[in-house]
């Protein structure tokens, strides 16, 4: 069984307009930061994958979280 077969899915949820926006946004900002070409979904999991801590560090600054302190480590 091929898990990247998608033909016979039925689609549940299409991102609205500004979740893909801010979607776009932190792809080529992780591209431009750690000059990757990331040119699908498949690009960034694996990149993701393999670097599990920028990954994190991104997200968490990305996301404009609300904290009271910065993390120590990330995971």
């Known amino acids: 069984m091929n898990y990247r077969d ?7 949820w299409h991102p609205d307009g ?3 926006e801010r979607r776009k946004r932190f792809i080529k900002h992780i591209e431009d930061k750690y000059h990757v070409k990331l040119g ?3 690009d960034l999991h694996k990149w ?4 599990l801590e920028n990954l994190w ?3 968490w600054d990305f996301s ?4 009271s ?3 120590d480590k990330v995971f």
């Not at 998608?6 to 549940?12: A, D, I, Y």
């Not at 993701?48 to 670097?51: C, H, I, L, R, T």
């Open 6 to 12: 998608f033909k016979n899915v039925q689609v549940m």
């Open 18 to 20: 500004y979740v893909s």
């Open 40 to 42: 699908n979904y498949w």
């Open 48 to 51: 993701s994958v393999e670097n």
């Open 57 to 59: 560090t991104e997200v």
């Open 64 to 67: 404009e979280l609300i904290y």
């Open 69 to 71: 302190r910065k993390y």
